[in-house]
């Protein structure tokens, strides 16, 4: 059971991540846990030095050095194939060339993944439960080594350890009111290292004001945007794709990175709601907030540049966004392996062949999210026969996943 449970897990995490360091290059900045290079590494020692830097980082959490990224602009260039390394020459250099204390080797590997037609090798150092990692001896570049590789090395000085100190940023943390924009004031904006620009965008009815916003700050070298994207409020379901899918298409045809957030209104000032989370907008029903939450929990609560990506997780266009928010939300949390023995299809199927008045009758049912005791709702076997499909459970899917 586990390794079928590891495949389907594999297929969706392949997506998840490459999401995960498409997010990280868009902020244009190292951190913590993640670092860029442009090129593989010239020597070994550089890069022993920095996968130990990474595994006794505080994050705790996986660190990645991300290869293939421009220093200074942050631009995605490729990996170029001199000295290029896999995940075996890694390990190999980490087994074999120092004596690591208590035997504890951090834990690498090596992934390649594709980014706007370019290729990057991110190298994994995974979390551990043995840190603080180090060596009982010296592993380091001799003097005679040095002199060696000076005429090699010479080229790549100036581009790769520029003396450049990293420029730091400004963030507001609120959204600018997109009304408020002008050619004026993006202007003045660039004179501050600020990034992101955040630009609210709450209500699709202001999409036209939006839009022209977006398109004044990149006019001024604003391309790194976000913005927190509300939904549950008085905004129409499709709203909440329309705003996610303008921002997709912004970032493709202008070059920019726009991450949107979009976050569920709650009344915080009303006392029915100060104990719970149950408020559902008059437009939304339980289903459908409980889809964009399992997408969400998929693309770690952001949306950002990606149009195959974007399709994927909301639909291509209106219909498929209205299909995914009736889907049965085990076929959402596991799209890949449903979709793989045939399920989603089948209930799709199903569920588009009802009637006019069998929709009359599902509907209702689905959207209040409760699939207990379903024979009680209908006697209509066409919609129990649809109704079905939301009620497999996780437990369920587990035993599935072992059967395949």
């Known amino acids: ?52 830097c990474m595994a006794n980082s505080p994050a705790n959490r996986d660190c990645y050095i991300i290869i293939g990224i421009e220093d200074e602009t942050f631009k995605i260039l490729g990996v170029d194939a001199n000295n290029r390394k896999n995940q075996q020459n890694v390990i190999d250099l980490l087994r074999q060339k120092p004596k690591w204390a208590g035997g504890h080797i951090p834990e690498v590997y090596v992934r390649t993944i594709q980014i706007d037609d370019k290729e990057l090798d991110i190298i994994i150092i995974k979390q551990s439960n043995n840190p603080p990692f180090y060596l009982l001896e010296d592993y380091t570049a001799t003097k005679k080594a040095i002199l060696d590789t000076y005429e090699k090395l010479r080229p790549y000085f100036e581009t790769i350890y520029s003396q450049k100190p990293k420029q730091r940023h400004v963030d507001f943390n609120q959204g600018i009111d997109a009304r408020l924009i002008t050619d004026a004031n993006m202007k003045k904006l660039a004179e501050i290292p600020i990034r992101p620009v955040r630009i609210a965008f709450d209500h699709w009815e202001l999409h036209e004001v939006y839009e022209k916003a977006v398109r ?12 927190y994207i509300l939904y549950n409020f008085e905004d129409q379901p499709i709203e909440l794709y ?47 907030i409980r889809t964009i939450q399992a997408i969400l929990n998929s693309t770690k609560g952001k949306v950002g540049r990606g149009h195959d990506f ?49 929709m009359e009758i599902v509907k209702p049912i689905i959207e209040k999210n409760v699939f207990t005791d379903i024979q009680s709702k209908t006697n209509n076997n066409n919609v129990l026969n649809v109704l079905r499909y939301y009620c497999i459970t996780r437990d369920d899917v587990e035993r599935m996943m072992e059967n395949h």
């Open 216 to 227: 004044t700050a990149v006019r001024h070298g604003h391309t790194n945007l976000s913005n």
């Open 1 to 52: 059971m586990r390794n079928q449970k590891g495949t389907s897990e594999i297929i969706m995490n392949n997506i998840e991540f490459e999401r995960e360091v498409a997010e990280l290059i868009g902020r244009r900045t190292e951190g913590e846990y993640w670092d860029f290079k442009q090129q593989w590494y010239l020597n070994n020692t550089d890069l022993l030095h920095d996968i130990i």
């Open 242 to 288: 329309l705003r996610l899918k303008l921002n997709v298409d912004l970032c493709e045809e202008l070059g920019a990175s726009i991450y949107s957030f979009p976050m569920k209104y709650h009344p915080i000032e009303d006392p029915e709601y100060f104990d719970n989370r149950d408020f559902i907008g008059k437009h939304w029903n339980r289903k459908f």
């Open 310 to 358: 974007f399709c994927k997780a909301f639909g291509a266009n209106e219909q498929e966004y209205f299909k995914l928010l009736y889907m049965p939300e085990a076929m959402i949390i596991y799209r890949f392996f449903f979709e793989g023995i045939g399920l989603t299809d089948e209930w799709w199927v199903a569920f588009s062949g009802l009637t006019d008045d069998e």
